[in-house]
């Protein structure tokens, strides 16, 4: 019975994480003409990583990411520059992000909230740096300047492209800290499983 609450408690985590995703993932869509939001795809995976800690939910919301992107390229008219050979390695990238989910303690604001953003920047920035990197590579700046130019193309981008990942992990401690001390979603324990 307990086992069948939880994968439960799971897949209705998994499921309200994809929707976030859907909503966020920065394509057209009808949440965008209200707000919008940052890309959710890299706070649910350290959410998953630290709390649920199976591959198949870090397999869903990778095939997830893929599958939006998919169906805005192709349904929405969506630009496909960013779909390179690059982006191949992007699942990878994100899996390091599940795996590294696993090494922070939780979420909450507690005694380990250094170790934790220390783990949470280092891991995001690495994410960042290879997926921006391998992009780079196939573009068409690479064939006629090399490396020269990377420097300058990562400043510029890393500023615009990190924080927003780092501000939605401080809004879900927040959110996870208040849980856990008001439980106003009984529902989920905050506790790793």
């Excluded at 985590?13 to 057209?28: C, K």
């Excluded at 400043?155 to 401690?173: F, H």
Aim: aromatic share 18%.
């Amino acid at each position: 019975m307990t086992d069948q609450i939880n994968k439960t408690r799971t897949i209705f985590a998994v499921f309200i994480m994809v929707l976030l995703m859907i909503a966020t993932r920065g394509h057209s869509n009808w949440l965008s003409s209200i707000v919008h939001l940052p890309d959710f795809t890299i706070p649910a995976l350290f959410i998953a990583g630290v709390y649920l800690r199976k591959f198949w939910v870090a397999f869903v919301i990778i095939v997830s990411a893929v599958a939006i992107d998919n169906y805005a390229i192709v349904h929405e008219g969506v630009s496909a520059n960013c779909i390179t050979p690059a982006y191949s390695i992007l699942p990878l990238t994100y899996y390091g992000i599940f795996w590294a989910g696993k090494y922070i303690s939780s979420l909450t604001i507690d005694t380990s909230i250094v170790k934790n953003a220390l783990v949470i920047i280092a891991a995001t920035s690495a994410q960042w740096f290879i997926a921006t990197s391998s992009y780079y590579f196939f573009t068409a700046t690479y064939a006629k300047t090399g490396w020269a130019n990377f420097p300058a193309y990562a400043q510029q981008w890393s500023m615009v492209e990190i924080p927003p990942t780092l501000y939605w992990m401080v809004a879900i401690s927040i959110v996870f800290t208040l849980n856990q001390r008001y439980t106003f979603i009984p529902y989920f324990s905050t506790k790793k499983s």
